[in-house]
């Protein structure tokens, strides 16, 4: 970590997607095979109403050198993590290109996603994970995850875009002395936008808030600053809490 600076906020990094400027409607066609990366600026929004600073951070920059910076990271949402990173099958992985679809596979985000997870958990820098986030954090201390959850009486795939507290069936429970529980509470309906979860934990990871059919909806790394929630904070219409903590958390390093 830099030197403290009396007064400094803390310097939330965003973690994003990279595709060709093509996609985008309106784009001059001669910078159509050029590459923008972008992040949900939903995030970058209520980490300055929290107090922080967000950057993005793009998969050029080294995860070591970044968290030598960072106050705090979030691992954002997105597309699945390739199922090569937890023993899945991967007959499901298609060939598109994922600079050419932002929604399939994309084995360079989960690569650099993977290697900032482990640099701030080595740096000791407070880490939130969201849905695939989430996800990340648990692939990368070697946990699995469940391909695809059947459907039940809860639903974790909204038929309803953002921005949304959730169905109210869709109640998690969290454990007692937890950190889930002090920043949400026994109880939370939350919005649900996956159709993948953790299944077996990674190293030193605990379930700490579930839903009623057992999914898991947050994790925790007991003794650090590490939060994994499955929801979308950054979509509730009203504030959870997630992003406050994390950049709460953030700011007693400084």
Same mark, same amino acid.
């Given at each position: ?11 939330i ?50 995860? *070591?050198? #970044?968290?030598?910076? !960072?106050?705090?990271v ?6 699945? /993590?390739? $199922?090569?990173?937890? %023993? ?5 992985v ?27 958990l080595?740096a ?18 070697? *946990?699995? #995850?469940?391909?695809? !959850? ?9 038929? /309803?875009? $953002?921005?949304?507290? %959730? ?88």
């Amino acid at each position: 970590m830099s030197t403290a600076v009396v007064g400094r906020k803390p310097l939330i990094g965003l973690t994003g997607r990279r595709f060709r400027l093509d996609l985008i409607r309106g784009s001059y066609p001669g910078y159509g095979q050029r590459l923008t990366d972008s992040f949900m600026t939903d995030f970058a929004s209520r980490i300055v109403a929290a107090g922080g600073v967000p950057v993005m951070l793009p998969y050029d920059a080294d995860p *070591g050198e #970044l968290c030598e910076w !960072l106050s705090g990271v979030v691992i954002t949402g997105g597309q699945d /993590v390739h $199922p090569a990173r937890w %023993g899945g099958d991967e007959s499901v992985v298609g060939d598109i290109d994922s600079l050419s679809d932002p929604s399939v596979h994309d084995p360079a985000r989960d690569a650099f996603e993977i290697a900032l997870t482990r640099a701030a958990l080595t740096a000791k820098i407070p880490l939130l994970g969201v849905c695939r986030g989430m996800q990340v954090l648990n692939v990368t201390l070697g *946990g699995t #995850l469940i391909p695809h !959850l059947p459907e039940g009486a809860v639903r974790h795939l909204l038929s /309803v875009g $953002p921005l949304s507290d %959730g169905d109210p069936d869709h109640v998690v429970t969290f454990a007692p002395g937890t950190i889930a529980n002090k920043v949400f509470g026994e109880h939370l309906v939350t919005n649900s936008w996956h159709h993948q979860a953790v299944d077996d934990c990674g190293a030193g990871l605990v379930v700490t808030g579930r839903t009623a059919d057992g999914v898991a909806e947050t994790v925790e790394l007991p003794g650090a600053a590490v939060l994994g929630v499955q929801w979308h904070p950054e979509w509730m219409t009203s504030d959870d809490g997630a992003l406050r903590w994390l950049v709460e958390a953030a700011s007693e390093l400084l």
